[in-house]
């Protein structure tokens, strides 16, 4: 059975920051790509950031560049999406997700839970 457990939400301030991770259990996903998903309250949900199986090509949305990094550990089976710089537009329920690269979005076979993280102003 696989399962992704996001963790490492929470409640910070602006400019501040935090880092989820994601871990994969189930099966090994060393051929897929890594990314993380946001969805905010009254939105749909959104891409923010592909690793590749590699873990060396990354792509994020124009929103976060800079100030968001992906990255993966395939040794843990984990991906982690570390946030600086956060603002109040970056509040939202951030997802893990695990499929193919399109080009632009990540196609995911495999979904976490879910985590919130809350940025107050």
């Known amino acids: 059975q696989v399962q992704l457990v996001e963790s490492g939400g929470g409640l910070v301030q602006a400019g501040g920051s935090l880092r989820l991770s994601c871990a994969a259990s189930?099966?090994?996903?060393?051929?897929?790509?890594m990314g993380w998903f946001r969805q905010a309250p009254g939105k749909e949900r959104e891409f923010v950031a592909r690793?590749?199986?590699?873990?060396?090509?990354?792509y994020y949305t124009d929103s976060v560049k800079v100030r968001f990094t992906i990255s993966r550990d395939n040794a843990k089976n984990t991906v982690y999406l570390q946030m600086n710089s956060l603002k109040p537009e970056d509040t939202a329920v951030y997802y893990c997700?695990?499929?193919?690269?399109?080009?632009?979005?990540?196609?995911?076979?495999?979904w976490g839970k879910g985590t919130l993280v809350t940025v107050s102003s």
């Open positions: 189930g099966r090994t996903f060393r051929s897929l790509s």
């Open positions: 690793v590749n199986s590699g873990g060396v090509s990354t």
């Open positions: 997700a695990v499929g193919s690269w399109d080009g632009r979005s990540l196609r995911a076979d495999y």
